[in-house]
Structures are given as C-alpha cells and as structure tokens.
C-alpha cells in the first residue's frame, strides 16, 4: 500500500532555531506539494514541484522558508530561523499529473504532517 | 481562476439520517473536483472524484457527489451517517488554468458533527 511519508511527526523547537521537514512521495508521482496548515488560515499551499523542480513557490515566506527535492524520493521543507507564527501542521501530497484525452488527472495523496511547535 | 466555496463551515446530523455537505465551484476550464476528509489529527483522505466521466461519482464509505454543472454545484451525499463519518470534509477543485498549472483550490472545510 503506497504511502506519502513525512518526517518527523511532531517537532519542538526554540525561536530562532533551524527545522527541516522531510517527504517522501509514492514511488512513480510526478508532483510534490508542501502545504501549512492553521486553525486561522486553513489549509495554505507553499510550494510544488513538478519532476523535481519549483513550479511555484509563491505562497511560501523566501526569507525563511525554503523547499527542495534533492532526489526522486526525498522532498524537503527547511525553516531558518524560526517563529512562533510558524507553529503549524505542515503537509506533504504527492500525485501523478496526467493528460488522458480530454481528462486532467492531478488526484493529490496527502502525509500524515509534521505538526510543528516553535516556542 | 478557480474558486470553491462550502456553503456550510458546520453541520450537524444524527446517527443514522442523512448526510448533505455543500459545496459550489468556479472554473475557467473543464475541472476536476475531489472531496478530502480529515479526521482529528490526521491527514487528508481522498474521498472520491470527479473528472468529466459519470457525474454522479461514488466515494468510500458510502459518499457519493453530483456533479451538476448548470448549478456549478458538487454536493456530497451520504444516506445514512455514522459516527465515524465525525470529521472535516474539504471539496477541491482543480482545472489546466494556466501552462503547467496543477494546483489544488481547497473550500475552508465543513466540519460534521453526528450525534449518537
């Protein structure tokens, strides 16, 4: 059963402090998507690639945030420093972008979330 | 653009009445559209899809949506709540807007509440 992993699970941190969240798509997915999300805001789109490269990172703060995917199976979202305001469950989807046809198929598979806690 | 806007941030059912969470869409484009449940402290679950097949779809767990474009509407539908159902439904939408775009537009999420 192919899952969207994501590590860790629960992080702690100080303010000021580097964090580094890790994805690791379904084998074979041709999309990565970081999604934050809030009980203020809901849920945000960060960032997505496609084949491993930035489509749009528009939704993400460039002065902290950064997110890459050094391989086919590895995505990361880094946060340096850190904020309270960042305190936030953090997701990761992947999926399989196609065009069959007339159809458009773009179904995301969601992480469980790293939920972050900066104090 | 796209847009999507749940009708309802809350609902509330008993046990074993039906279920019916509203959601409208914007689109330039053909779309697709998906509803996502979130259970506490979980992530999302695909729940079901459309994408310009049947327009009324069946999910898991006894969901299923109308796809009704005159209404621009995709409500999901379930005959019978459970108390496992107890969670935040999200209706998605996605279209080609734009060269190479493939992002979701998620609604604010409706929370469903069954009471026993």
């Known amino acids: 059963d192919a899952r969207v992993t994501q590590t860790p699970r629960h992080k702690v941190t100080e303010m000021g402090q580097e964090v580094t969240m890790r994805c690791q798509p379904i084998?074979?997915?041709?999309?990565v998507f970081w999604y934050r999300q809030t009980m203020m805001q809901g849920l945000e789109l960060l960032a997505y690639?496609?084949?491993?490269?930035?489509?749009?990172d528009s939704g993400m703060p460039k002065d902290r945030f950064s997110a890459e995917m050094p391989d086919a199976t590895l995505a990361t979202l880094k946060i340096q420093p850190s904020e309270p305001r960042d305190s936030a469950v953090y997701f990761c989807?992947?999926?399989?972008?196609?065009?069959?046809?007339?159809?458009?198929?773009?179904?995301?598979?969601f992480g469980p979330g790293t939920r972050l806690t900066v104090l | 653009a796209q847009s999507v806007t749940q009708l309802d941030s809350h609902v509330s059912v008993s046990e074993g009445t039906p279920v019916l969470l509203r959601c409208n869409y914007s689109?330039?484009?053909?779309?697709?559209l998906f509803w996502y449940v979130q259970h506490p402290n979980k992530g999302l679950q695909l729940l079901l899809k459309y994408t310009s097949a049947a327009t009324l779809v069946k999910g898991i767990n006894g969901f299923e949506a109308e796809f009704k474009k005159s209404e621009t509407s995709f409500h999901l539908t379930k005959p019978s709540a459970h108390m496992s159902d107890a969670a935040e439904y999200f209706c998605v939408v996605s279209d080609l807007a734009g060269a190479g775009s493939y992002q979701l537009t998620f609604g604010k999420g409706t929370k469903l509440s069954v009471i026993p």
């Open positions: 084998l074979g997915h041709n999309t």
């Open positions: 689109s330039s484009y053909s779309p697709s």
């Open positions: 690639f496609r084949n491993r490269a930035p489509l749009d």
């Open positions: 989807a992947s999926g399989l972008v196609q065009l069959a046809g007339a159809n458009f198929y773009n179904e995301q598979f």
